[in-house]
């Protein structure tokens, strides 16, 4: 079969790859940073309504307000949450800087709840500290940060997926990809690039089957990771799953977070609380976990002994951001919150810094270990970072990057890469009866649950890794019929090299850590004296996936691991 590709030629000075909410943010701050210059978001969707807040946010995870908390605390709650292996310096920025971003959203016409004096109304979910402040009128705010991107006039070219970074002279110098409508070749170059593509959300398959119906965005599927991977960059703790507790066949948080400070907890199926708190993290999973195969499962968010008026407020939030569908999806199932607790399960696996710590290696600069490529959001790691903390390394970002670029000029593109990814990109459109891209990437996600789904065991983690790494043979029976079908392969190839990084770094790290995160069945306990560190991995330059430990930065806030340690069972 002969196609005919045409081929679009962009320059421009920083490139932003993603435009969701670390995107968003990166561009409009390289532009305050020099209004002269030239910023592009690439987006793979339209970003009006793309990313993880496409219907906007229910609240603030991650918010340090000045008289309510301090950096410092902020730092020791996620530094004993992520069990020490963390860079605080990086965590430390989001403590910093997180509250300019909150006044500066403010502004932009985000708003935050305030109490009756007009303070902000923070509640209480973590372990110790307030820091989770309700936005119960988020759902507009994709639409606002748009807006931004457009008033600091920052470029914007919807429909036109990454599928590489280009990398030469040992430095960032642009990207290649195509575009999902016309299926043009799309080589883009700049003096810089800044990843923002947001969690891997389709590595694991839910529950329901549904390819799409994952708790991560499902348009997510690892981009953002196999391009650094490929572009020479370090990850680091991809061993570190994201694990979330989730409504029953639903795909979304139930959600405690924003029930809990109104009087809603987890209660097992005998109506009693098993665990102290709802804050997401792994050694919570693993109470969860314990507790659903222990008898006296299942779970539920409890609600039924609130008044009418709070269930009213906790259904005009969670109803209206994030996932408005979560009412009709109670309607369907003849659910009410006054006299039905909501059925929580666990979620799929997949990888994400934000809400966990596996994530592409960044420094408190989201400078990553390949020069002129930086990353922000979910992608980036910086454990436990949530949405604010992707506002303010998608800011760090985009300073860097305009520092950074200074005296560079535009490098121009190997023509021999160039041809062979144009050939890899458009190889599924010459096999139009090959192997639909579904039955490729079902297969792929369910070999996942198979064999890293934890409690992870070793012999089964060996199994999966030899799927994976023989699953090119696979990928390259996809066939696509047009750019969206031929996006979709694309996205198979990110969740293969994510799945494959996942197995390698599970089987690497010969301990137990982060509760249910990363819990092996054949090395159950902590091993600081070993494993008190990073597991990093970067491509070699013979093609080989090479695994590593790089040692713990030192600390900037004082503690102490051996007498802190986060314990949310209620005994």
Known sequence: ??????????????????????????????????????????????????????????????????????????????????????????????????????????????????????????????????????????????????????????????????????????????????????????????????LCTGACGRLGLPLSGYLYGTYENPTNAGDGYSMAYHAGAELTNIECFQINPLIKDYNGPACAYVAGPFGAYTANAEGYRFIRCDYWSGQMMLEVWKELHSGKGPIQLKMTHLDEDTIAEIESILWSNERPSRGRFHEGRGENYRTHGVEMHISEIGLCSGHSASGVWVNEKAETTVPGLYAAGDMASVPHNYMIGAFVFGRLAGTRAVDYIQDLEHIEPDLDFLAAEKARIYAPLTRPNGIPHTQVEYKLRRLVNDYLQPPKVGHKMEIGLNYFTRYSETLDMMGARDPHELM????????????????????YRRESRWGLYHYRLDYPEK??????????????????????????EPYVVEVDLEKEVYDVAVR
């Not at 007009?118 to 507009?140: A, F, I, S, T």
């Not at 392969?489 to 494959?500: G, K, N, P, S, W």
């Open 1 to 194: 079969m002969d196609i005919q590709i045409n081929t679009q030629r962009i320059q421009t000075d920083v490139l932003v790859i993603g435009g969701g909410t670390a995107g968003t943010m990166a561009a409009i701050k390289a532009k305050q940073a020099n209004p002269d210059g030239d910023v592009l978001i690439l987006e793979k969707a339209n970003i009006r309504r793309s990313g993880a807040i496409a219907m906007g946010m229910d609240g603030v995870n991650t918010a340090v307000i000045p008289g309510n908390s301090t950096p410092e605390q902020y730092v020791r709650e996620v530094t004993i949450a992520n069990d020490g292996i963390l860079n605080q310096k990086a965590v430390y920025q989001t403590g910093k800087l997180g509250f300019e971003i909150i006044q500066e959203l403010e502004s932009w016409g985000v708003k935050f709840q305030k109490d009756t004096q007009g303070n902000y109304d923070l509640k209480q979910v973590h372990r110790v500290g307030k820091y989770v402040l309700p936005m119960p009128e988020g759902k507009d705010l994709k639409t606002i940060l748009t807006r931004q991107v457009k008033r600091h006039k920052a470029r914007v070219t919807n429909r036109v997926m990454a599928t590489r970074v280009l990398v030469q002279n040992g430095r960032a110098i642009g990207a290649v990809g195509f575009d999902v409508r016309s299926g043009d070749f799309v080589v883009i170059q700049a003096k810089a690039v800044i």
């Open 488 to 507: 979709r392969c694309m996205e198979v190839h990110f969740i293969r090299d994510c799945a494959e990084m996942a197995a390698r770094s599970s089987l």
């Open 527 to 552: 091993n600081n004296e070993e494993w008190f560190c990073h597991v990093n991995l970067k491509k070699h330059e013979s093609g080989e996936m090479i695994l590593f430990k790089r040692q713990i």
